[in-house]
């Protein structure tokens, strides 16, 4: 009885911290849209690595300044050597000691330029930061309305089903009463299945959907989750052509390409410092010694030295050339970008102008056809109206309403990406 006892006070507690846990496991996440940017760029990888390249430009950029300042060494040796031909009192033992100091007084502009590139690199690596999180954010917005788009289409599925399972109720009383033929009632059935048949498809997209935005928000894939937002129609407040002005403003990949274009021009500059001449200043103190530490007799040295390349068989000229092709090629990349991140916006706008369009008329479609399917009900029930008539109705409504949802996700999409390439900051 008391082992019994035992168990039972072991296994309680135990079923219940699992009931907790699964109670809590079942629970929906709830998410708005900007919840699921925030989380996504605290988890995305891509965002890390963009972070990571830009601490590693900041201390390229420390490394490079610093190599304009002293450098101080220290060096010591010890040796033995053979003393055979040496004075009768010499012991064969070294010991040498030696600081040095060094500073590059005039490098030609080489350094400076350097500076000024390593200055540029740190540029456009904050700047990619930026691109990656309008990127994410893009990614995001998708994968958020995809999963609206998805849940919708489930309910106008359901509603298209739950319409023929009405149907069939009805014809299968005509039938019982003798007023229709079998064959409206095996029309009615097939009509059905199909219905039944489109919304497992639906079912299987929105669990995919739901299943990719947690993978791109950084949440386990099997979370369930309840989005707090509605897929609705607002007028964009800005002109094809001020958009167009934004994007060459903010976009942060123009703005990159212009410091890539300046330093490929400081690249010309440091090239070029190779024909000039470069003045160092080195200092030097030394001690040496039989015994150790080795620090009794000291020697030192100041020197301040200039030195010019006369002649390199056209190195120096074959790097000049080469960085002012450079020059070139980042220039034309730059200006390829930017004409296709205007003829993005262009085209992003105008297809978010054409779903707009198609908003409006969808959404009097639908009206249209849910007056058309209450019409064709009421002419079935009372006999005056076909089985296909009424069949027509329901397949009307239901094309209706998937093109009135597909007409607003178009529109939300193609706003999303017209901002993420017009340049729009992620707040």
């Not at 039944?196 to 791109?216: K, M």
Request: aromatic fraction near 8%; glycine fraction near 4%; hydrophobic fraction near 35%.
């Amino acid at each position: 009885m008391n082992m019994y006892k035992r168990c039972l006070s072991v296994l309680v507690p135990a079923v219940m911290l699992l009931s907790f846990h699964s109670a809590v496991s079942a629970a929906d996440v709830e998410l708005t849209l900007n919840e699921s940017i925030s989380l996504a760029l605290q988890n995305n990888y891509d965002i890390k690595y963009a972070k990571s390249a830009r601490e590693k430009a900041y201390w390229s950029l420390k490394e490079t300044e610093n190599n304009r300042g002293i450098s101080i060494d220290y060096a010591h040796s010890g040796r033995r050597f053979d003393s055979s031909a040496a004075s009768s009192d010499a012991n064969g033992t070294s010991y040498d000691n030696q600081v040095s100091l060094s500073l590059p007084v005039y490098t030609g502009g080489s350094l400076e330029n350097k500076i000024e590139q390593a200055k540029l690199n740190l540029n456009v690596a904050d700047l990619e930061i930026e691109a990656a999180r309008q990127q994410l954010k893009l990614t995001v917005v998708n994968a958020y309305l995809t999963v609206l788009e998805y849940q919708n289409q489930v309910r106008v599925n359901q509603d298209t089903a739950s319409n023929y399972e009405e149907h069939l109720k009805l014809v299968r009383a005509k039938y019982d009463l003798g007023v229709v033929a079998k064959t409206d009632v095996l029309s009615s059935q097939v009509d059905l299945a199909k219905a039944q048949d489109s919304l497992i498809v639906a079912e299987n997209n929105y669990q995919n959907a739901v299943a990719s935005l947690n993978n791109t928000i950084g949440l386990p894939h099997d979370t369930k989750l309840r989005l707090k937002y509605e897929i609705a129609y607002q007028k964009y407040p800005l002109t094809l052509e001020e958009c167009i002005q934004y994007a060459g403003i903010h976009r942060p990949e123009i703005a990159q390409n212009e410091a890539r274009v300046a330093s490929a021009q400081y690249g010309v500059k440091i090239a070029n410092s190779g024909k000039l001449p470069t003045v160092a200043l080195s200092a030097s103190e030394g001690w040496s010694d039989d015994q150790l530490p080795g620090l009794k007799n000291n020697n030192w040295t100041v020197k301040l030295t200039t030195s010019l390349n006369l002649f390199d068989s056209g190195v120096t000229k074959s790097q000049i050339k080469q960085a002012k092709h450079n020059v070139d090629m980042v220039s034309d990349q730059a200006g390829q970008e930017r004409d296709s991140i205007f003829l993005s916006v262009r085209q992003y706008y105008l297809s978010m102008v054409e779903a707009e369009k198609r908003i409006d008329t969808n959404k009097v479609s639908v009206e249209r056809a849910e007056e058309n399917l209450m019409i064709q009900k009421a002419r079935y029930e009372v006999g005056v109206g076909t089985n296909l008539d009424l069949r027509d109705a329901v397949v009307s409504l239901d094309t209706a309403k998937k093109d009135y949802i597909q007409s607003l996700y178009d529109f939300t999409t193609s706003k999303a990406k017209l901002e993420q390439a017009m340049g729009l900051p992620v707040q």
